[in-house]
């Protein structure tokens, strides 16, 4: 028996699965018509354009790592903040790290039903343009 909150053995099981880029585990933890809003872009709605914002992002990166501050339960497990420090490794090989702020809204069911990752990715986007320019294989297809 652990006293640790189960909303944090959850954002924690979740973002093992993200750092390890398991796409297909994390779309599970979405609801058919989450969405998923990254820096400044677009929201991604439903579980197709989740796959296909996650799948550019993680072509253009060859490791992903989140480093916890700071994690509020907002409300009876519907919401939670996370406050990070997010190590990015591009493919290749500029080591970027961003402060990051997520909000994850959850249905009752515990399906995600918006992930909100606020940053400046810019710096990000910066390195994989740079680096597109140098060897274009290096974007991985991400459209910059």
């Known amino acids: 028996m652990t006293d640790t909150p189960d909303w944090i053995g959850w954002t924690e099981s979740f973002y093992t699965d993200v750092d390890a880029q ?9 609801a058919p018509d989450g969405e998923l809003v990254f820096g400044n872009n677009p929201p991604a709605v439903g579980r197709v354009a989740i796959r296909e914002a996650m ?15 700071n994690c509020w339960q907002v409300d009876d497990r519907a919401t939670v903040l996370l406050e990070a420090r997010v190590h990015y ?28 990752i606020h940053l400046d ?8 343009a740079a ?5 274009p294989e ?4 991400l459209a910059i």
């Open 22 to 30: 398991l796409i297909d585990r994390v779309l599970d933890r979405f």
């Open 55 to 69: 799948d550019s992002l993680h072509a253009a990166l060859s490791g992903i790592r989140h480093e916890w501050r």
């Open 89 to 116: 490794l591009t493919r290749g090989g500029t080591e970027l790290t961003l402060p990051c702020v997520t909000v994850i809204a959850r249905a009752p069911s515990g399906a995600i039903t918006s992930l909100r």
């Open 121 to 128: 990715a810019s710096p990000l986007f910066a390195a994989l």
């Open 131 to 135: 680096e597109a320019a140098i060897a």
């Open 138 to 141: 290096a974007a991985g297809g």
